[in-house]
């Protein structure tokens, strides 16, 4: 080996150790040398404490939390005054989400949000931990229903999809629910948006009070009838409009079979005027609330 390959040969080596480093990683370790220490500083935690959430923290970055994420969430956690096990738990839960390659978005969002609100710490330990359940029963779901023919054109669509399954799961809609809904898009050769969007409209339904029984049945009909994703929307804006008016999400549900208003699709473009046309654009879509990523 010559004099020039010997000298090259360890910057060659330290170039390739930096584009094997994810760049998260690279990013923790310019913006946090000495990991989260700072941030713990102003804490009550005691000496102890703070060096075990730090490590967990470092940890939690480097299996691919985002350093921001970690460090909003200890500095609500400390404003709040939470216990350093009640930490830990918001940090397994966001490293183990993400170790086993499910959406860590509506987890880290649901910590965060939960903390800035005020909610008690344990609680939004309890929900996040139950989230992140959910999203592990519903990839298996979605990835079914992908394998069965209903292809993601962009990538993020199994993401979206698997968001709204477990949001579903959540809402107590039953897995065999969200199946048949799957089971309704595929037949009509639909797409795994209109998937998304059906489970997102039944959530939405039983969020609002309805039974998630009746919930599944009435989108599920509306996808066997051809419904597009805007006809479900027309669906939540009309059930929207009724629940504003004092109706029981229930008994829109009702009115919706007597008046027939799911014989054809289309109603998006109907404008469902009956009962809709001093609340147009009042619907709050089929979202469950909050920012999920």
């Known amino acids: ?146 394998r069965d023919g209903m292809t993601p054109k962009r990538s993020a669509e199994r993401e979206e999809a698997i968001k709204s399954s477990a949001r579903a799961l959540e809402k107590s809609i039953p897995a065999e629910e969200l199946k048949g809904m799957g089971t309704a898009v595929r037949d009509k050769r639909g797409s795994l948006p209109l998937f998304t969007g059906a489970v997102d409209t039944a959530t939405y339904f039983a969020g609002s009070g309805m039974p998630a029984a009746t919930a599944s049945r009435l989108v599920r009909n509306a996808v066997d009838k051809g419904y597009s994703t805007r006809d479900l929307d027309s669906m939540v804006k009309h059930v929207d409009a009724e629940v504003k008016r004092g109706t029981r999400a229930e008994e829109a549900a009702a009115k919706m079979d007597r008046e027939n208003m799911q014989n054809e699709p289309g109603m998006d473009r109907r404008d469902m005027r009956s009962g809709m046309m001093n609340n147009r654009g009042a619907g709050t879509g089929p979202g469950m609330g909050g920012h999920m990523r």
């Open 1 to 146: 080996m010559t004099k020039t390959n010997i000298t090259l040969w360890p910057m060659t080596l330290v170039l390739l150790l930096l584009f094997a480093m994810p760049s998260w990683t690279i990013a923790a370790e310019k913006i946090y040398p000495d990991g989260f220490s700072k941030v713990l500083e102003t804490s009550t935690l005691s000496r102890t404490e703070q060096a075990e959430v730090n490590a967990k923290a470092v940890n939690a970055v480097s299996a691919g939390v985002p350093p921001e994420d970690v460090e909003v969430i200890l500095s609500r956690a400390i404003n709040r005054k939470t216990d350093a096990g009640t930490i830990n738990r918001f940090l397994d839960t966001s490293m183990s989400t993400k170790k086993e390659g499910l959406p860590l978005g509506p987890v880290v969002d649901r910590i965060e949000q939960g903390l800035s609100k005020g909610v008690p710490p344990e609680r939004i330990a309890a929900a996040s931990e139950r989230l992140a359940a959910k999203l592990a029963e519903a990839r298996p779901l979605v990835d079914s229903l992908i």
